[in-house]
C-alpha cells in the first residue's frame, strides 16, 4: 500500500555522545515510565492505523505524531527502527458508511486515504517502513486462522477464538470479567449473541453480509474480524514477538488485550514487549468520536488556514499519555509560541544546553519542557561548536521553520 513522502532530516544531530542514552516510556502493561531496552539491530514497532471510513481528526493526528516523535528521537541516540502501521481496509464501520452514503466503501477508503497520506505528509510525520492494508493480505490471515482453528468453534457461520476466561492479559490486569463484558460492549463487540462460550470471545471470522466482500474459505465464506487482522501482519512483518504495540488508550482493550491473549494462548509466546497507548484528545466536552459528531478534522484545520507546523507543536506539547481537551484557544496559544521558535532560526546553543534538551524529551517525550529551555536559554550566533535549533526544531520537534 502506498505511504506518503518522507520529510527532509538533516541527521546533523546524531552523535556517538548520545549512543548511551535510552528512551524512557509509560508502559500501559507494567503501568511504570520504563527504558526501552537498546538493541544491536532495529526495534520493531507496529502500530495500529485508521479504519479509512473517515479522515484523520486530532485523535488519530496526535497517536501517529507521538510515535513519529519516538521514531525521531530513537535515530538521535543511534537506535534503528522497522516501523510498521495498518490500514484497517475491511470493517464494520467502513461498510455502514457505504450503505448510509450509497458509495462503494472500496471508494471511501481510495479517497479517505489520499486524505491521510496529505494530512500525514503535511505535518512531517515520517512515513511507517511498511505501511500495509487488510485486503492486501487477506490470503495469510486465513491461513493464520486455520493454523490456530484448534482453538477457535463455530457458531451461526461464525468462528470464534474460544478465549481463557480465568486469564486475561495483563493489560487488563485488576479488573473484573463484569466490567470487560461492559466495555466489550460500549466498543462494539458481540457480547449478546447466544451459544458463545464467554461473553468475551473475540470473532475470528464473521460471514458477510450482500453488500460486503467476502472470501472462500475451509471454516466459511466471510471475513476477518479485527484482532487477528494485526495478529497476522505483525507476525509476518516483523514476526512475534515484536519490540513496541502502539496505538491510542481505547485500543488497550478489547484489542490489544485480546491480540496478546489470542497470541500467548495459541503461539505461548508474548504478542509484544511495550505497549505505548497516546492519551485520548477531547472535545466539547467528551473523547472525539464519530457517533458524537465532536471531530475536529486535521485537513479541515488546514483548510481554515491553521499552520500544519502549529498543529504538530500543540500535539508534541501535550503529555503523550495523558487525556485532554482541544480548544480552539489552543490553536492560538501555539501560533505565539511557533512564531517565537522560528525568530530562532539562525540561533545555536551549546552542546551541553542541547543534552538537557535530549534529555527531556528522553524522558517520557517532555517536550512542554523542552520547548520552555528552548525559549529562555541564552542563545548564540553561528559557531561550528555549538547546535543549530533550525535542526532541534527540524529533525526532532518535526517542525518546518
Not at 279 to 285: E, I, K, N, S, T
Request: glycine fraction near 6%; hydrophobic fraction near 35%; include cysteine.
Amino acid at each position: 500500500m502506498q505511504s506518503w513522502g518522507k520529510p527532509y532530516i538533516s541527521n546533523n544531530l546524531i552523535n556517538e555522545n548520545n549512543f548511551k542514552k535510552e528512551l524512557r516510556l509509560f508502559n500501559s502493561k507494567t503501568k511504570t515510565i520504563e527504558p526501552v531496552s537498546r538493541k544491536n539491530d532495529s526495534l520493531k514497532i507496529y502500530v495500529c492505523g485508521i479504519t479509512p471510513y473517515d479522515s484523520a481528526h486530532l485523535g488519530h493526528a496526535f497517536t501517529y505524531i507521538t510515535f513519529d516523535s519516538i521514531i525521531r528521537l530513537l535515530m538521535c541516540i543511534g537506535q534503528k527502527s522497522i516501523y510498521a502501521q495498518n490500514v484497517t481496509d475491511l470493517d464494520d464501520p467502513l461498510f455502514e458508511k457505504a450503505r448510509s452514503s450509497n458509495q462503494n466503501w472500496r471508494d471511501i477508503v481510495n479517497h479517505q486515504l489520499e486524505i491521510y497520506r496529505k494530512d500525514m505528509q503535511a505535518m512531517n510525520v515520517i512515513p511507517p517502513n511498511l505501511f500495509v492494508g487488510v485486503e492486501e493480505n487477506i490470503q495469510l490471515i486465513i491461513e493464520e486462522i486455520e493454523s490456530i482453528r484448534n482453538y477457535s468453534y463455530e457458531l451461526n457461520s461464525n468462528l470464534y477464538f474460544s478465549k481463557n476466561v480465568e486469564k486475561n492479559s495483563d493489560l487488563v490486569k485488576g479488573i473484573e470479567n463484569k466490567e470487560l463484558i461492559q466495555i466489550a460492549g460500549e466498543r462494539g463487540c458481540d457480547i449478546n449473541t447466544p451459544g458463545k462460550r464467554s461473553a468475551l470471545d473475540p470473532i475470528l471470522w464473521r460471514s458477510s453480509k450482500e453488500d460486503e466482500p467476502e472470501w472462500v474459505t475451509n471454516f466459511g465464506n466471510g471475513r476477518p474480524g479485527w484482532h487477528i487482522q494485526c495478529i497476522s501482519l505483525a507476525e509476518k512483518y516483523l514476526s512475534l514477538p515484536f519490540d513496541i504495540q502502539g496505538g491510542g488508550k481505547d485500543l488497550i482493550y478489547p484489542h490489544h488485550s485480546m491480540c496478546d491473549e489470542i497470541t500467548s494462548t495459541s503461539k505461548k509466546r508474548d504478542f509484544a514487549k511495550y505497549y505505548f497507548h497516546v492519551g485520548m484528545v477531547g472535545y466539547q466536552g467528551s473523547k472525539m468520536s464519530k457517533s458524537k459528531g465532536n471531530l475536529v478534522f486535521v485537513h479541515e484545520l488546514i483548510k481554515q488556514g491553521v499552520s500544519p507546523s502549529v498543529i504538530r507543536l500543540m500535539l508534541i506539547s501535550k503529555k503523550w499519555n495523558i487525556d485532554w481537551e482541544f480548544t480552539h484557544k489552543d490553536v492560538d496559544y501555539y501560533v505565539e509560541i511557533f512564531n517565537k521558535l522560528i525568530s530562532f532560526k539562525n540561533k545555536y546553543i551549546l552542546k551541553d544546553e542541547f543534552d538537557l534538551v535530549l534529555d527531556h524529551l528522553l524522558n517520557n517525550l517532555d517536550f512542554s519542557s523542552a520547548i520552555d529551555f528552548i525559549i529562555n536559554v541564552e542563545k548564540h550566533e553561528r559557531n561550528i561548536n555549538l547546535i543549530s535549533l533550525e535542526h532541534i526544531m527540524n529533525d526532532l520537534f518535526g517542525l518546518t521553520v
